[in-house]
């Protein structure tokens, strides 16, 4: 079934490519002319409840899923409900009436059903879970040790944990930036941008908001104010450090989109979509690097390099949820390729057989596409 799901998701991600790629996203009629934008994303009417929302019911998902690193099993019948948020789950009792779910916000296409993918992998986590009181070793699921850290691994060395979490921020925070609110549904020509409602502005500028808030972000997110920064805008640190500059493009993109909106400059809008999603992608890819590298300056210890090469993984299979991606879908499955095996009917991420020299290989082929060979060792 896992190789079914995997192939399904690299088809339709060759098919959204190639159907979109061609169409005009979104109308371009107005002139751009030079402004000062605003320094940060302080604007009137600014709403994103229900994608913090849907960040707090991922972290109390994570913190449910990593109850086995301390040598407990996870509940999966509880994290079904979390997903989908149904019988009251979560701890925050806000949650549970929030009206908010993730498992209906996940990439889902005809041929490329994620939620059963995701569905999947929380219940296998509950089943293998059951040895999360065993060491592990290669062949036998259990919790790896290195110093203070422990890590839940399946028998391939994967950790769960990081394909869920890392996972569903791909195929709902980004995905829902670079596919849904930055694209014509959302915010073209058909969307409103005139009638305002308090608190949310137009509809137009409530979508863009939106978008915003599935990064994680303050609205004052800066190298020097990194304090309050969740998922991706977390992992934007990642190639800021290495000189890259993630933070502020990506934010300079996210405010001046909304400035574009909110003064009817469809073309500084357009050029703040494109770039936006070009941005983000290139948060996932510093971020896969960093971790690769992370895998294999660790690569003698099985908890560190298993746990890092997890993650990596999933910020490697995010990148699919971008039509206008920069990797080409042949390139993204010989990256994905460097750490999956075929076990019996299924195509499974394994970590038993990597070699440096395939993490370098996986790291080249990133580096060179994005265009990071000058920076990839210090990601």
């Not at 970590?351 to 990071?372: E, M, W």
Request: glycine share 8%; net charge negative.
């Amino acid at each position: 079934m896992l190789k079914r799901m995997i192939i399904a998701i690299t088809a339709s991600s060759i098919m959204m490519a190639s159907c979109k790629k061609d169409e005009p996203v979104i109308e371009c009629t107005e002139t751009t002319t030079e402004v000062n934008l605003p320094a940060t994303y302080n604007f009137d009417n600014v709403c994103y409840s229900g994608q913090t929302a849907r960040l707090d019911m991922l972290a109390e998902m994570t913190a449910e899923l990593k109850k086995a690193n301390a040598g407990t099993q996870v509940d999966s019948a509880l994290l079904m409900k979390m997903f989908s948020n149904t019988g009251s789950p979560f701890a925050d009792a806000a949650l549970n009436t929030s009206g908010k779910q993730l498992r209906s916000k996940t990439y889902s296409s005809v041929g490329a059903n994620n939620v059963q993918y995701f569905e999947y992998l929380i219940k296998r986590q509950g089943d293998i879970s059951q040895n999360a009181g065993n060491t592990w070793s290669s062949g036998n699921a259990g919790v790896a040790t290195s110093g203070t850290k422990k890590y839940f691994f399946d028998e391939n060395g994967v950790e769960y944990t990081q394909l869920i979490e890392k996972g569903l921020m791909g195929a709902v925070f980004y995905y829902n930036v670079a596919e849904v609110y930055t694209r014509a549904g959302k915010i073209g020509a058909s969307v409103d941008n005139t009638t305002v409602t308090p608190g949310e502005g137009t509809d137009m500028e409530h979508h863009w908001d939106e978008a915003f808030g599935y990064f994680g972000a303050p609205i004052d997110y800066s190298t020097s104010n990194t304090t309050d920064a969740r998922y991706h805008a977390k992992y934007a640190q990642k190639g800021d450090a290495a000189g890259l500059g993630t933070i502020s493009n990506v934010m300079t993109q996210f405010i001046k989109g909304r400035y574009g909106i909110s003064n009817k400059d469809y073309g500084m809008r357009d050029a703040a979509a494109t770039d936006l999603r070009e941005e983000y992608e290139l948060v996932l890819a510093t971020t896969a690097i960093h971790y690769l590298n992370s895998g294999k300056s660790n690569f003698s210890d099985d908890a560190l390099r298993n746990h890092a090469l997890s993650e990596a993984y999933a910020f490697i299979f995010s990148l699919a949820y971008n039509a206008d991606k920069k990797i080409s879908t042949a390139d993204l499955n010989t990256v994905k390729g460097y750490f999956e095996v075929t076990a019996g009917p299924a195509t499974v991420p394994s970590f038993l057989t990597v070699t440096v020299a395939d993490i370098n290989a996986a790291i080249d082929k990133l580096s060179t596409v994005y265009g990071l060979d000058s920076v990839k060792a210090t990601l």
